[in-house]
């Protein structure tokens, strides 16, 4: 069994990844940057709770820090944490809009992977997984028959394409750590106002498969609920 880290793992696809982890057996450290509300989830999923703001360079060696002292190590960090931003017409976007997005999105992957390498590397079969989504992809939202061609999300949607990137060049150079992106799909969640089409549960199909699937995978994959899909 493995011990698995998840960064915003309070609510949504973050939690019910982090439960059914834990009911398949595994040790989970929930991160969470709301105190209160990581505790309280932490305690009724049977978790650890470690705090975490991923856009805080503190924040996140204190969470390192943390697990190092407890645990010792992880074997598989999930990248979770993420925010939307601003939503609908980029006539008025502002740079600081599209900063925050990506400090969240972006830039807090990399804070906590550079952050929790040294004990992924402790691992004998260590694993990374960043959850980005179909909406960073060119192919899906510019096919009028998928949703996510309807929806207008620039600053979101220009993280999760640069997210998309950022995993493969993770992959390529650390070839002794499994390091790939989940596509959730649309899935009912708070992000969206529960509209998704797809329970929370189907939501994690893919992050639960990436974290369980065990030595002999490939790294630098895309994958969704349905298998490997094409960087496009």
Do not use: C
């Not at 799909?185 to 549960?201: I, M």
């Amino acid at each position: 069994m493995t011990t698995t880290f998840i960064t915003g793992a309070n609510k949504g696809l973050g939690y019910e990844t982090a439960r059914r982890l834990i009911e398949q057996g595994h040790i989970v450290l929930l991160g969470a940057r709301d105190a209160s509300a990581g505790t309280a989830a932490a305690g009724k999923l049977g978790a650890r709770f470690v705090q975490i703001d991923v856009t805080d360079d503190d924040s996140v060696a204190a969470a390192a820090a943390n697990v190092e002292h407890h645990e010792g190590s992880i074997d598989v960090l999930i990248n979770n944490a993420g925010i939307q931003g601003p939503a609908g017409d980029p006539s008025d976007l502002t740079g600081a809009d599209v900063l925050s997005v990506l400090d969240v999105n972006v830039v807090g992957v990399v804070r906590a992977t550079t952050a929790f390498l040294p004990l992924l590397r402790r691992s004998a079969d260590p694993v990374i997984i960043n959850v980005s989504s179909g909406m960073g992809l060119l192919e899906v939202t510019h096919d009028p028959s998928r949703v996510e061609s309807t929806y207008l999300a620039p600053a979101y949607t220009s993280s999760k394409a640069a997210l998309v990137m950022l995993t493969t060049q993770y992959a390529k150079a650390l070839t002794g750590i499994r390091i790939n992106a989940a596509d959730p799909g649309y899935t009912a969640t708070e992000f969206n106002g529960y509209s998704g089409p797809q329970t929370v549960t189907e939501g994690t199909d893919a992050i639960v498969a990436l974290a369980t699937e065990g030595r002999g995978h490939g790294s630098g994959r895309f994958v969704d609920r349905h298998g490997e899909i094409t960087w496009s």
